[in-house]
């Protein structure tokens, strides 16, 4: 898949072949010197292939390992990859490579857009989420005491390399997780995807043999609109926020223990499907088409969450506009409409969806 972004162009492969890799790698960047930055798992699975074949091929390899999991996507990380890389002698001219998920993803942009004023990298990610999601779109970030994502800047990798066989010791819980952002890529954006996933998912998971064409899908959705949208100015690129205000507000009152990203998105979702019924923006064929590839995904869909705490939490959203809150509805399977909604009617659908209403 190619990105054409107006600043710059790259490639994501989806390829098991090494081989590719290295084609792809040699169009991409010019060195011999590569900084890998990875986590502990990661770095217990699958660094030694990955560096191993690195390795053969010629180039110098060195290694920065940070913390697994949300705890890692931090300024101590950042501060430890700065000081790391330049030990190692990395310059401005090497090439930093992001293996891992999308935690390594997002620390290790935001490294190589400020180390030395900016390096290239790559993207390797390792998670379905990663593969699907947050490897492309050049987003960046580490979250800070105040919040998630506070601190962080566009900026676009010089490729993307996606071998789906790293998918083999990931979790079911975490594959599932990517499995949320994937659905919300046929709700919003394409009817037949709906149908090829519908046909596709088993009790909340896909065989292996089908993620490679999972993925080149949502990698082309997701690229197509950071064309249109690079940095969320014109609005298109908000698409990509279809279940997200609610999913935010959710894992804020849970404080980031209960639910995992794509486990809150699940049920922000079907909340937002829900309002664009009561709006009557959708069909009931709709509303039970939504509901039941979220079923198939075997996601939990319900939260007992105070519904006046997730309303004032959801008006803290950056789209809401003095108090009111805008939503990305759903019309029909693969179209949406953006659009603000009166805060008595989020309400009334917040209650009957944590059954205060009853
Ligand atoms: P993650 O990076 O924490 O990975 C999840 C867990 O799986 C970690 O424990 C990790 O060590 C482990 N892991 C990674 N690869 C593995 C493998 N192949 N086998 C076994 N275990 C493996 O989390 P994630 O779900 O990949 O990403 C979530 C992060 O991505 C969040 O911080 C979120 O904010 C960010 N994100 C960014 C964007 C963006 O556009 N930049 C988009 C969505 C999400
Ligand atoms: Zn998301």
Same mark, same amino acid.
């Given at each position: 898949?190619? +990105?054409?972004?107006?600043?710059?162009?790259?490639?994501?492969?989806? *390829?098991?072949?090494?081989?590719?890799?290295?084609? @792809?790698?040699?169009?991409?960047?010019?060195?011999? $010197?590569?900084?890998?930055?990875?986590?502990?798992?990661?770095?217990?699975?699958?660094?030694?292939?990955?560096?191993?074949?690195?390795?053969?091929?010629?180039?110098?390899?060195?290694? @920065?390992?940070?913390?697994?999991?949300?705890?890692?996507?931090?300024?101590? =990380?950042? =501060?430890?990859?700065?000081?790391?890389?330049?030990?190692?002698?990395?310059?401005?001219?090497? #090439?930093?490579?992001?293996?891992?998920?999308?935690?390594?993803? /997002? +620390?290790?942009?935001?490294?190589? @857009?400020? %180390?030395?004023?900016?390096?290239?990298?790559?993207?390797?990610?390792?998670?379905?989420?990663?593969?699907?999601?947050?490897?492309?779109?050049?987003?960046?970030?580490?979250?800070?005491? &105040?919040?998630?994502?506070?601190?962080?800047?566009?900026?676009?990798?010089?490729?993307?390399?996606?071998?789906?066989?790293?998918?083999?010791?990931? $979790?079911?819980?975490?594959?599932?997780?990517?499995?949320?952002?994937?659905?919300?890529?046929?709700?919003?954006?394409?009817?037949?995807?709906?149908? %090829?996933?519908? /046909?596709?998912?088993?009790?909340?998971?896909?065989?292996?043999?089908?993620?490679? %064409?999972?993925?080149?899908?949502? #990698?082309?959705?997701?690229?197509?609109?950071?064309?249109?949208?690079?940095?969320?100015?014109?609005?298109?690129?908000?698409?990509?926020?279809?279940?997200?205000?609610?999913?935010?507000?959710?894992?804020?009152?849970?404080?980031?223990?209960?639910?995992?990203?794509?486990?809150?998105?699940?049920? &922000?979702?079907?909340? !937002?499907?829900?309002? =664009?019924?009561?709006?009557?923006? #959708?069909?009931?064929?709709?509303?039970?088409?939504?509901?039941?590839?979220?079923?198939? !995904?075997?996601?939990?869909?319900?939260?007992?969450?105070?519904?006046?705490?997730?309303?004032?939490?959801?008006?803290?959203?950056?789209? *809401?506009?003095?108090?009111?809150?805008?939503?990305?509805?759903?019309?029909?399977?693969?179209?949406?409409?953006?659009?603000?909604?009166?805060?008595?009617?989020?309400?009334?659908?917040?209650?009957?969806?944590? &059954?205060?209403?009853?």
């Amino acid at each position: 898949i190619n +990105v054409n972004l107006k600043t710059k162009k790259y490639d994501i492969v989806i *390829s098991q072949s090494e081989n590719d890799f290295f084609t @792809a790698l040699e169009k991409a960047v010019k060195t011999n $010197t590569f900084f890998v930055i990875t986590d502990k798992n990661v770095e217990k699975l699958h660094l030694k292939y990955f560096t191993h074949f690195l390795k053969q091929k010629g180039f110098n390899v060195k290694i @920065a390992v940070i913390n697994a999991g949300e705890i890692g996507k931090s300024i101590k =990380s950042l =501060s430890f990859l700065y000081d790391k890389a330049l030990e190692a002698g990395i310059d401005r001219k090497n #090439c930093a490579i992001a293996f891992g998920g999308g935690v390594v993803g /997002d +620390v290790a942009g935001f490294f190589a @857009a400020t %180390y030395m004023r900016g390096i290239n990298y790559i993207q390797v990610p390792t998670t379905l989420l990663a593969m699907t999601d947050s490897s492309v779109g050049g987003k960046t970030a580490v979250n800070i005491k &105040g919040g998630k994502n506070i601190a962080g800047v566009f900026y676009q990798p010089d490729l993307v390399w996606i071998n789906s066989t790293f998918l083999s010791t990931l $979790t079911e819980r975490h594959i599932k997780n990517g499995l949320a952002e994937i659905i919300k890529y046929a709700f919003t954006f394409d009817k037949k995807f709906y149908g %090829y996933l519908s /046909d596709t998912l088993k009790n909340g998971t896909v065989s292996p043999k089908d993620f490679d %064409y999972i993925i080149y899908q949502s #990698c082309s959705y997701k690229a197509r609109v950071v064309e249109k949208d690079e940095k969320e100015i014109t609005g298109l690129r908000a698409v990509l926020n279809f279940g997200h205000t609610f999913a935010h507000a959710l894992e804020t009152a849970t404080k980031y223990k209960k639910f995992l990203h794509g486990e809150a998105v699940a049920i &922000g979702m079907l909340f !937002a499907i829900k309002l =664009s019924l009561e709006l009557r923006i #959708c069909k009931p064929e709709t509303y039970k088409g939504v509901e039941n590839l979220l079923q198939k !995904a075997d996601f939990t869909l319900s939260t007992k969450n105070n519904a006046r705490q997730m309303l004032s939490l959801m008006k803290k959203d950056k789209k *809401s506009i003095d108090g009111n809150i805008k939503f990305i509805l759903i019309k029909d399977i693969g179209k949406t409409v953006s659009t603000y909604v009166k805060n008595n009617v989020v309400l009334n659908v917040l209650k009957n969806f944590t &059954g205060e209403n009853k």
